[in-house]
């Protein structure tokens, strides 16, 4: 058997895609157990129906609107963005999602997955218009006009943990089906037969 040699940058983005994946996991069940909303998962780009709900709620159009869920409790609409780290630290966005916070107000929420990929318990911190977060701009914007918009070509935003904790409000996740923290590639290799 030979060992297979793997570049740390894709490490990094396997262990970043991991605590992401988490993160979604963890949030959507405390929506729908917890909270029993009905939930949309819209991570993977601007589907009909975030539009239907953009319109529903007033929200005029202005660029690439971007959220991860839609989470629907009798009149109640949440816009959710999920930001999952393997253990705590600042937390980053793009400049969509920071217009789409701008855009949705109160509607919109921000959920940090503490701990995805780190032994112990996951914390959730949901904060709620999380525009009023203290956002640092981390990278200027590098498109030349008439250039499509990209996520290359955006301007990143970073906020700190600490204000996450202050704005926001630790979840209870007691009794929630949460994702295992065991790492598939560290189980045994099973035996065909």
């Known amino acids: ?16 895609g991991l605590a992401t994946n988490r993160a979604m996991h963890v949030a959507v069940a405390y929506e729908q157990v917890g909270r029993g909303a009905t939930v ?8 009909s129906e975030l539009n239907d709900v953009l319109a529903e709620m007033g929200i005029a159009r202005f660029g690439v609107a971007s959220v991860d869920l839609i989470s629907r409790l009798d009149n109640e609409v949440r816009l959710i963005e ?9 937390i980053d966005l793009l400049e969509r999602q920071l217009e789409t916070f701008k855009a949705a107000g109160s509607a919109a929420w921000l959920y940090v997955v503490w701990y995805a990929t780190q032994p112990g318990a996951y914390r959730m911190f949901a904060v709620q218009d999380p525009q009023r977060l203290p956002w640092q701009q981390t990278k200027e914007a590098s ?26 409000c630790e979840v209870d996740l007691t009794g929630l089906p949460l994702p295992s923290k065991v790492d598939p590639r560290e189980l045994p290799e099973q035996q065909p037969g």
């Open 82 to 90: 999920v930001k999952g780290r393997g253990s705590k630290g600042p």
């Open 40 to 47: 949309v998962d819209v991570s993977a780009g601007r589907t």
């Open 143 to 168: 498109r030349p006009s008439g250039t499509p918009r990209g996520t290359q070509h955006e301007a990143k935003f970073a906020c700190g943990s600490t204000d996450v904790e202050r704005l926001g």
């Open 1 to 16: 058997m030979s060992a297979r040699i793997r570049n740390v940058g894709d490490m990094y983005e396997d262990r970043r």
